[in-house]
């Protein structure tokens, strides 16, 4: 069932915690994806829902859906008769959850999707489980109805039924309308029909038929469409915390970080981000966006009246720059190893960086100053002149769109942090966490954290690290170090992303473009070989030969990851610029090659246009995509 009303989620979550009250025992565990920044932010809001109103619970963070399939059958038996709620947050829609939990063994259990993953892989219309699923959707912001989303397949057994007869109805078809007589009757859509024929098996069937018909080409539709994305899932749960009169400025925070995560990686287009955007500067512009420290009490007697409540965290709207983490660098490293300046400048070359120094001299902003920390070296006087400047001479560049709207966070006196730049730091952590583990430094004493690049983490102690990030006042230096490390990966993937580019390591075919690093060394390949970073490299390539090259097409881009020295696996991400009605099919057809070819692949993560595969079989997968892409794409 799919809830696209606020009050429908709104009783939804009054059952959950009724549902609660009736023991001590946890009713409720949320299984989260461990990829991204917008699930970290959309559980942290759940969890601070489910706190508020005293639900016991639990979660645990998740990379695929083999995980949650294997702790979900350890948890839950099939003779529990206790109701229980299980939520997926960005962890449920590509697949379909009723098999794969084996839901109709559990009576008992309640599934709630929450997940911003499109199309979303329904239920059948067999009736089954289908009151054990709710997902929730916000109908407005996606421009689309429960109704216009068709059943994944049908379970309806009289269809298999209707197949069986379709030949001998057939067959007999013309004699029967020979053989019948009778009055004819025209009906309303204008045609005519015996009146002997109105109740027959036959013409049940053939209106049976043609009604699976239209199911059939409403699936094939919704389907075809590829890989897209709907509402990001801290948004939809915050809008949730909004009709409970339960949000806050801390849960606005979170939302704002992760619709701005679907921005940063492509998941949300720049119209459907300003409208996002205008919805929540409302909510900034109406107050909620101020916390206030308690007013100090009056000592009993002394006639005071107790000083003013201080403000000590506020959200602000604030215009930023696509060049991201610019508040924590210097301006001449936030262009220069930005993907967005790097495709336009080509700044991985010699030539690239002699034209970024040109375009600073040619906004009045000197080299020394460029180079110095934004923050802290940088005279008042350029940073004023930045906004403008750019805007002015960037369009010559490329760098048209180079401003947007976005929020920042003002943490009192000591800080103050942009969403974007939270985005990368949390992204960094996710991926590329180094193990919180005590190491003995060269001096004999001990740190607690090992920032080698091949001390990662699991995805669980990883996820811990970016849950403290995202706290609202004490991240235990998280954030700082996730900022750092995010410096670090933007460096990384222009280096070896330009190196790519320059050595041509790539093949050029009519349906799509396909670089392949399987056997090629990068010389930060601990850095470069997660998913979402090697999205946003697929995007720099592709808005690399964009703005180098005379043909201004858009081409699918399959990017092949490097070996994973411990299992030989390679990661393979498709990348494609969606469009309404319109997304990535690459999914499909990596699936498809890869069982063509029998080859050893892995297509459970939460989003199908990204695969592992087999480092032997890269080869024979390339050459059957080739084949494969010219039907589907």
């Not at 449920?92 to 959850?97: A, I, L, P, R, T």
């Not at 054990?132 to 421009?143: K, P, R, T």
């Not at 007869?165 to 067959?171: A, G, K, L, R, Y």
């Not at 560049?397 to 939270?422: E, H, N, P, T, W």
Request: charge should be negative; proline fraction near 3%; aromatic fraction near 8%.
């Amino acid at each position: 069932m799919i809830l696209t009303d606020s009050q429908q989620w709104v009783n939804l979550y009054d059952t959950i915690k009724e549902e609660s009250r009736k023991s001590e025992e946890k009713h409720v565990h949320i299984y989260v994806s461990a990829a991204d920044a917008d699930s970290v932010c959309a559980l942290r809001i759940l969890e601070s829902l489910l706190q508020n109103d005293l639900v016991p619970h639990g979660w645990t963070a998740v990379s695929r859906y083999q995980e949650v399939i294997e702790d979900f059958l350890a948890t839950y038996d099939e003779e529990d008769p206790v109701t229980r709620f299980v939520v997926l947050i960005n962890c449920g829609s590509s697949e379909d959850v009723g098999s794969l939990l084996g839901l109709a063994q559990r009576p008992n259990i309640c599934v709630v999707i929450v997940d911003s993953h499109r199309p979303i892989m329904h239920l059948s219309n067999d009736g089954d489980t289908s009151s054990q699923i709710f997902v929730l959707m916000d109908s407005e912001a996606e421009g689309i109805t429960s109704d216009d989303i068709p059943h994944a397949y049908d379970g309806d057994g009289e269809d298999s039924e209707d197949d069986g007869d379709h030949d001998n109805d057939s067959e007999q078809e013309n004699d029967d309308e020979n053989e019948r007589g009778g009055r004819r009757r025209r009906l309303e859509d204008g045609t005519y029909a015996s009146d002997q024929d109105q109740d027959s098996p036959r013409t049940n069937r053939a209106a049976r038929r043609r009604e699976r018909k239209l199911r059939d080409d409403a699936r094939a539709t919704y389907y075809s469409q590829g890989v897209h994305y709907g509402k990001p899932s801290a948004c939809l749960l915050y809008d949730l915390a909004y009709h409970l009169q339960q949000d806050s400025s801390y849960m606005l925070w979170l939302a704002l970080v992760g619709l701005t995560d679907h921005l940063v990686h492509g998941r949300v287009d720049g119209s459907k981000y300003d409208e996002y955007y205008l919805r929540y500067e409302s909510h900034v512009a109406a107050g909620g966006h101020l916390d206030e420290a308690q007013a100090v009490e009056p000592v009993d007697g002394d006639g005071g009246t107790g000083s003013p409540p201080a403000p000590t965290c506020r959200i602000a709207p604030q215009d930023d720059f696509r060049f991201g983490l610019l508040r924590e660098w210097t301006l001449w490293d936030a262009m220069a190893h930005s993907p967005y300046v790097a495709s336009r400048l080509q700044t991985y070359t010699e030539k690239g960086r002699e034209r970024l120094e040109f375009l600073l001299i040619k906004m009045g902003i000197p080299l020394r100053e460029a180079r110095g920390l934004y923050a802290l070296d940088m005279k008042p006087l350029y940073k004023a002149k930045l906004e403008e400047q750019l805007a002015l001479h960037g369009v010559s560049y490329g760098l048209g769109d180079a401003i947007f709207k976005s929020f920042q966070l003002q943490d009192g006196y000591s800080r103050c942090v942009m969403a974007v730049d939270v985005v990368h730091a949390a992204t960094a952590l996710l991926e590329s966490g180094a193990v919180r583990r005590p190491r003995e430094s060269s001096a004999g004493s001990t740190s607690t954290e090992d920032d080698t690049p091949n001390a990662l983490g699991d995805h669980r102690d990883r996820f811990w690290r970016c849950w403290n990030a995202l706290s609202w006042r004490d991240d235990d230096g998280e954030l700082r170090r996730g900022i750092e490390l995010a410096k670090k990966v933007q460096r990384a993937l222009v280096a070896d992303g330009g190196s790519v580019v320059v050595q041509r390591l790539y093949h050029n075919f009519r349906q799509f473009r396909i670089f392949d690093l399987s056997d090629h060394q990068l010389t930060n390949r601990a850095l470069l070989a997660h998913p979402m970073t090697l999205q946003r490299m697929a995007a720099f390539f592709q808005e690399q030969h964009l703005h180098q090259s005379q043909n201004n097409r858009r081409k699918p881009l399959v990017l092949v990851g490097t070996k994973d020295p411990l299992n030989g696996r390679c990661l393979v991400v498709g990348y494609q610029v969606t469009a309404p009605g319109q997304g990535n099919r690459l999914g499909a057809a990596f699936e498809a090659a890869a069982e063509e070819v029998g080859a050893q692949a892995w297509h459970d993560l939460f989003d199908t246009s990204i695969m592992e595969i087999a480092g032997e079989d890269v080869e024979r997968f390339k050459a059957e995509l080739l084949r494969v892409a010219s039907e589907l794409l």
